[in-house]
């Protein structure tokens, strides 16, 4: 890999990705291109199963990237190009601007070891070692002295929470503290990237809600590039600037939480989004009427007086001022001047999903 410097591309980016499995899978790649066969004529026609479908998108710096989607919907498949532990059909996967589908083994080697660490649901701890010396493991691989290794293992181990379980055993812990020495493991080795395949899936309610709460701290404060994998679109929302849903291997749509639950690409992500709070995740610009347009509607309504929001207020906040005023109208201000209106009829249309902009 070469140094980081300000003319590299995102951390990771994708170009027009293909994985189809089977003997004749280019063969059925130009086959779907030519004649735009589904999945099931691919099968019968090849004897291929189509793993990804022509993935684009770029996951900026820190940024939690999260990629959900039904069993067999192809979000595992896909992470797993971004270390090359799958080799693409078709496509491209870079890394700071790098190809890595041009890595050599050594540069391939460095990359897993140095640039990407991967947390799994299932964590793979070595059971004869204790927590210190699993959280140190990928560090031993990559030949660190052992006294700065085990100091590295310990400071990330405090950071999850671990500290003073150093000496146990895997089979002493609970699966939730096993999963932090997992994490403890990835973040030991100091990677700018972290791969996560649905991490915390196997988890107990509570035990995962606390596990995320932690995530979310660690990520803001490591700063780390963060693809996620899920099945959940409620941890996808909790977690991800930015979310992608897939379905039958294809990206159907990527954006923030707001635009997936405020505006579903196709019926498929309508349906997952039908059963979402929007409470925590509209927000004022989304809803409100822009000033000039409010004005020339209700050029009579008396606004100067009412409460004001910022534009990050969501709608949680925005029933809070309108409870609380009993007003029907919120003025939201950005920089010391009224870009739009918030009406008691746009916030309830909100609440039902009816968004007014």
């Known amino acids: 890999m070469t140094p980081k410097n300000e003319t590299q591309g995102p951390p990771i980016e994708c170009k027009n990705l293909w994985k189809i499995y089977g003997l004749r899978d280019k063969e ?21 199963a189509v793993g990804v479908v022509n993935a684009t998108f ?19 498949t896909l992470v797993r190009h971004i270390n090359r532990l799958i080799e693409p059909t078709a496509g491209q996967v870079l890394i700071e601007g790098v190809d890595i589908g041009k890595a050599g083994s050594e540069a391939l080697r ?12 299932h964590m793979a701890l070595l059971p004869h070692r204790n927590v210190r010396e699993n959280a140190a493991f990928a560090l031993e691989l990559r030949e660190v002295g052992r006294k700065e290794r085990l100091e590295k293992a ?13 000496t146990y055993y895997p089979d002493e812990l609970s699966g939730g503290m096993q999963q932090r020495v997992g994490l403890a493991r990835a973040i030991a080795a100091d990677p700018d990237i972290l791969l996560m395949d649905e991490p915390f899936s196997a988890l107990d309610p509570l035990i995962r809600r606390q596990l995320q709460d932690q995530f979310i701290e660690l990520s803001q404060m490591m700063q780390k590039t963060t693809i996620f994998i899920t099945h959940d679109l409620d941890e996808a929302i909790r977690l991800g600037n930015r979310i992608a849903i897939m379905n039958n291997g294809e990206l159907v749509q990527i954006g ?3 635009d997936i639950v405020t505006q579903p690409a196709d019926d498929y992500v309508a349906d997952f989004v039908a059963g979402i709070s929007r409470l925590h995740l509209v927000f004022a610009p989304t ?34 001022i309108m409870v609380e005023t009993e007003e029907r109208f919120i003025r939201i201000i950005e920089e010391n001047k009224c870009v739009g209106v918030v009406t008691r009829g746009s916030l309830l249309r909100a609440i039902q999903g009816k968004e007014t902009s």
Not at 156 to 163: F, I, N, Q
Not at 295 to 304: G, L, T
Request: aromatic share 4%; charged share 25%; glycine share 8%.
């Open 28 to 48: 059925a790649l130009a086959a779907i291109q030519a004649e735009g066969l589904d999945k099931d004529e691919v099968r019968d026609r090849f004897g291929c």
């Open 58 to 76: 770029n996951v900026n710096q820190g940024e939690i990237f999260c990629v959900m989607g039904l069993s067999g919907s192809g979000k595992s």
């Open 110 to 121: 460095r990359l897993r070891s140095e640039k990407i660490g991967m947390v799994f649901q």
């Open 154 to 166: 310990e400071k990330a181990l405090e950071m999850v929470g671990l500290d003073g379980w150093e």
């Open 256 to 258: 923030t939480p707001e």
């Open 287 to 320: 809803i409100m009427h822009p000033s000039v347009v409010f004005r020339s509607k209700h050029p009579d309504a008396e606004v100067e007086n009412c409460p004001t929001a910022s534009p990050d207020a969501d709608l949680n906040h925005l029933i809070d």
